[in-house]
């Protein structure tokens, strides 16, 4: 008995300190002012699945999140709409270092997990060896609870992929939007609370040649 508890608590406190050694990591302040023209990146949008191997840089990371779902006015209001301005979505970052939490507001990625949970993102097998999935998760509390809010989440995570899906294309990055998720299994991996919905995820890196 007092063995299993000394496990128990070993384990505990191994899972603390990885925790802890994911530090906050801040993100360059995203560069908001170049891209290519709307009109021709709307010619250019689609969807790609195979991807190389290379991580994003930080610059280019911060300027993809900022787009995704960023502050873009002094009032905290945000890139893509969402409905009754609930801003309920909540992009994670899947990345071989760990499962981050993009903080919009502070321009920053809290260290959730240092864990690579890449392969638990989705069902294809890309998705393990892309270098970053971001999964689109509502927090329900921040929803009211009528029968719109599963259409309105669900719509105000497409918003976010369309960013994100425009991004790339003006980038010349390669990006899947993805409903194929075992979600039970995900939400475990996350260590998501209950009112915490994965709604959708999203695959970007570079195009493989
Ligand atoms: C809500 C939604 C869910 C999707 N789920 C997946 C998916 O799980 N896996 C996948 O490979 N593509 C997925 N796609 C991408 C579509 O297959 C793709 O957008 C479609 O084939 C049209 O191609 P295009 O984006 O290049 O125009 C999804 C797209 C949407 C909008």
New binding site residues.
Partial sequence: MRKSWLFVALLMSASCVLAQDLKPIPLPQPQTDGGRPLMQVLKE?????EFAANKLPAQLLSNLLWAAFGVNRPDGRRTAPSAMNWQEMDIYVATSDGLFLYDAKGNRLEAVLAQDLRAAT???PFVATAPLDLVYVADLSKTGSGPDAEVYT?TD??FV?QNV?LFCASEGLAT??????DRAALAKAMKLRPEQKII??QTVGYPKK
């Fill in positions: 949008r689609k969807t790609t699945r989705g069902t294809q669900a995570a497409g992929a899906y899947v939007v993805r409903g194929s998720i959708l995820a």
